[in-house]
Protein backbone atom coordinates (compact mmCIF):
# COMPACT_ATOMS: atom_id res chain seq x y z
CA UNK A 1 0.00 0.00 0.00
CA UNK A 2 1.45 3.39 -0.65
CA UNK A 3 2.76 5.04 1.95
CA UNK A 4 2.23 8.48 3.54
CA UNK A 5 5.96 9.86 2.28
CA UNK A 6 4.99 8.37 -1.38
CA UNK A 7 2.05 10.62 -1.04
CA UNK A 8 3.58 13.64 0.03
CA UNK A 9 5.83 13.23 -2.58
CA UNK A 10 2.90 12.74 -5.12
CA UNK A 11 1.37 15.45 -3.55
CA UNK A 12 4.53 17.55 -4.29
CA UNK A 13 5.18 16.94 -7.83
CA UNK A 14 1.57 17.33 -8.92
CA UNK A 15 0.60 20.58 -6.65
CA UNK A 16 2.85 23.42 -6.76
CA UNK A 17 -0.23 25.74 -4.98
CA UNK A 18 1.17 25.92 -1.76
CA UNK A 19 -2.44 26.62 -0.35
CA UNK A 20 -3.84 23.80 -1.98
CA UNK A 21 -0.91 22.14 -0.40
CA UNK A 22 -1.74 23.27 3.12
CA UNK A 23 -5.45 22.35 2.80
CA UNK A 24 -4.04 18.55 2.06
CA UNK A 25 -1.67 18.70 4.86
CA UNK A 26 -5.13 19.72 7.02
CA UNK A 27 -7.07 17.20 5.93
CA UNK A 28 -4.67 14.47 6.66
CA UNK A 29 -3.78 15.43 10.18
CA UNK A 30 -8.06 15.94 10.32
CA UNK A 31 -8.38 12.02 8.72
CA UNK A 32 -5.72 10.89 11.25
CA UNK A 33 -7.47 12.29 13.87
CA UNK A 34 -10.68 10.46 12.54
CA UNK A 35 -8.85 7.40 12.60
CA UNK A 36 -7.68 7.51 15.89
CA UNK A 37 -11.57 8.18 17.00
CA UNK A 38 -12.75 5.79 14.70
CA UNK A 39 -10.51 3.01 14.79
CA UNK A 40 -8.99 3.40 11.24
CA UNK A 41 -5.60 3.39 10.25
CA UNK A 42 -4.19 7.02 10.96
CA UNK A 43 -1.38 6.15 8.42
CA UNK A 44 -3.92 5.01 5.70
CA UNK A 45 -6.65 7.58 6.65
CA UNK A 46 -4.01 10.46 6.57
CA UNK A 47 -3.12 9.23 3.37
CA UNK A 48 -5.75 9.77 1.85
CA UNK A 49 -6.13 13.26 3.41
CA UNK A 50 -2.64 13.85 1.47
CA UNK A 51 -4.31 12.48 -1.85
CA UNK A 52 -7.78 13.50 -1.78
CA UNK A 53 -7.23 16.72 -4.19
CA UNK A 54 -3.39 15.58 -5.49
CA UNK A 55 -4.96 16.02 -9.17
CA UNK A 56 -7.01 19.62 -8.28
CA UNK A 57 -4.73 21.45 -10.43
CA UNK A 58 -4.19 19.41 -13.54
CA UNK A 59 -7.97 19.04 -13.00
CA UNK A 60 -9.94 22.08 -11.65
CA UNK A 61 -11.12 22.98 -15.22
CA UNK A 62 -12.47 19.62 -16.15
CA UNK A 63 -13.88 18.66 -13.07
CA UNK A 64 -15.33 15.57 -14.30
CA UNK A 65 -11.98 14.51 -14.25
CA UNK A 66 -10.99 14.88 -10.56
CA UNK A 67 -9.75 12.04 -9.02
CA UNK A 68 -9.27 10.11 -12.22
CA UNK A 69 -5.72 11.66 -13.20
CA UNK A 70 -4.77 10.65 -9.00
CA UNK A 71 -5.82 6.77 -9.98
CA UNK A 72 -3.98 6.53 -12.87
CA UNK A 73 -0.88 7.91 -11.14
CA UNK A 74 -1.65 5.35 -8.55
CA UNK A 75 -1.93 2.64 -11.15
CA UNK A 76 1.36 3.51 -12.45
CA UNK A 77 2.80 2.63 -8.60
CA UNK A 78 1.23 -0.43 -8.60
CA UNK A 79 -2.00 0.65 -6.42
CA UNK A 80 -4.88 -0.50 -8.36
CA UNK A 81 -7.04 -1.58 -5.36
CA UNK A 82 -7.20 -0.80 -1.44
CA UNK A 83 -8.75 1.39 0.72
CA UNK A 84 -7.35 4.62 -0.36
CA UNK A 85 -8.02 3.19 -4.09
CA UNK A 86 -11.68 3.15 -3.18
CA UNK A 87 -11.88 6.10 -1.25
CA UNK A 88 -10.22 8.50 -4.00
CA UNK A 89 -13.03 6.51 -6.44
CA UNK A 90 -15.61 7.42 -4.10
CA UNK A 91 -14.28 11.55 -3.46
CA UNK A 92 -15.55 12.50 -6.92
CA UNK A 93 -18.72 10.31 -6.93
CA UNK A 94 -21.14 13.00 -7.96
CA UNK A 95 -19.25 13.96 -11.33
CA UNK A 96 -17.21 10.63 -11.92
CA UNK A 97 -19.50 8.01 -10.76
CA UNK A 98 -16.97 5.53 -10.00
CA UNK A 99 -18.09 4.47 -6.57
CA UNK A 100 -19.77 5.40 -3.46
CA UNK A 101 -19.15 6.44 0.14
CA UNK A 102 -18.16 2.95 1.89
CA UNK A 103 -17.01 3.19 5.34
CA UNK A 104 -16.08 6.03 8.16
CA UNK A 105 -13.23 6.66 6.36
CA UNK A 106 -14.47 7.59 3.37
CA UNK A 107 -17.40 9.38 5.26
CA UNK A 108 -14.76 11.20 7.44
CA UNK A 109 -13.28 12.54 3.98
CA UNK A 110 -16.59 13.59 2.80
CA UNK A 111 -17.52 15.17 5.94
CA UNK A 112 -13.71 17.25 7.02
CA UNK A 113 -12.66 18.03 3.83
CA UNK A 114 -15.25 20.83 3.76
CA UNK A 115 -14.48 22.01 7.43
CA UNK A 116 -10.83 22.12 7.28
CA UNK A 117 -11.48 25.12 5.14
CA UNK A 118 -14.16 26.82 6.68
CA UNK A 119 -12.32 26.71 9.71
CA UNK A 120 -9.23 28.43 7.71
CA UNK A 121 -11.42 30.55 7.16
CA UNK A 122 -12.43 31.47 10.62
CA UNK A 123 -8.98 32.14 11.18
CA UNK A 124 -7.84 34.43 7.93
CA UNK A 125 -10.75 36.91 9.42
CA UNK A 126 -9.24 36.80 13.02
CA UNK A 127 -6.80 39.81 13.61
CA UNK A 128 -4.41 37.15 14.59
CA UNK A 129 -4.82 35.26 11.48
CA UNK A 130 -3.72 31.99 13.34
CA UNK A 131 -5.05 28.75 14.05
CA UNK A 132 -4.04 29.13 17.87
CA UNK A 133 -6.89 32.16 17.87
CA UNK A 134 -9.76 29.93 16.89
CA UNK A 135 -11.54 28.24 19.34
CA UNK A 136 -14.76 25.70 18.65
CA UNK A 137 -17.36 28.16 19.92
CA UNK A 138 -15.83 30.49 17.30
CA UNK A 139 -16.31 28.35 14.49
CA UNK A 140 -19.94 27.68 15.90
CA UNK A 141 -20.54 31.30 15.65
CA UNK A 142 -19.37 31.60 12.28
CA UNK A 143 -21.16 28.53 11.17
CA UNK A 144 -24.45 30.17 11.85
CA UNK A 145 -23.61 32.95 10.06
CA UNK A 146 -24.70 31.58 6.45
CA UNK A 147 -23.41 34.80 4.57
CA UNK A 148 -19.62 33.58 5.92
CA UNK A 149 -17.98 30.97 3.70
CA UNK A 150 -21.20 30.65 1.96
CA UNK A 151 -19.86 28.48 -0.90
CA UNK A 152 -18.79 26.05 2.26
CA UNK A 153 -21.76 22.93 2.30
CA UNK A 154 -22.33 22.57 5.69
CA UNK A 155 -24.56 20.01 4.71
CA UNK A 156 -21.84 17.98 3.74
CA UNK A 157 -19.97 18.55 6.83
CA UNK A 158 -22.98 18.17 9.11
CA UNK A 159 -23.25 14.32 7.93
CA UNK A 160 -20.89 13.74 10.70
CA UNK A 161 -23.56 13.22 12.66
CA UNK A 162 -25.22 10.66 11.19
CA UNK A 163 -22.58 8.76 8.96
CA UNK A 164 -19.95 9.09 11.79
CA UNK A 165 -21.84 9.23 14.51
CA UNK A 166 -19.98 12.23 16.22
CA UNK A 167 -22.20 15.56 17.08
CA UNK A 168 -21.22 18.31 15.11
CA UNK A 169 -19.38 20.13 18.06
CA UNK A 170 -17.15 17.77 18.61
CA UNK A 171 -16.24 17.35 14.91
CA UNK A 172 -15.33 20.82 15.19
CA UNK A 173 -13.22 20.44 18.11
CA UNK A 174 -11.54 17.51 16.95
CA UNK A 175 -10.46 18.75 13.40
CA UNK A 176 -9.71 22.34 14.72
CA UNK A 177 -7.40 20.84 17.60
CA UNK A 178 -5.42 17.96 14.85
CA UNK A 179 -5.04 21.65 12.95
CA UNK A 180 -3.45 23.62 15.62
CA UNK A 181 -1.03 20.54 16.21
CA UNK A 182 0.13 21.13 12.95
CA UNK A 183 -0.30 24.70 12.29
CA UNK A 184 3.65 25.31 10.93
CA UNK A 185 2.94 23.06 8.15
CA UNK A 186 -0.90 24.55 7.53
CA UNK A 187 0.63 28.06 7.10
CA UNK A 188 -1.54 29.70 9.87
Not at 20 to 45: C, I, Q
Request: hydrophobic fraction near 40%; charged fraction near 25%.
Amino acid sequence: MITKQQATDLLHAHTKNQNLRRHMYAVGFAMRALASKLGGDPDTWETLGLLHDADWEETKDTPDEHTKHSLSWLKDMGETEGPVVHALMSHNRKRTKLAELDGDMEWALETVDELTGFIVAVALVRPEKSLAAVTPEAVMKKWNQKAFAAAVERGQIAQCEEKLRIPLAEFIALTLTAMQAHHEEIGL
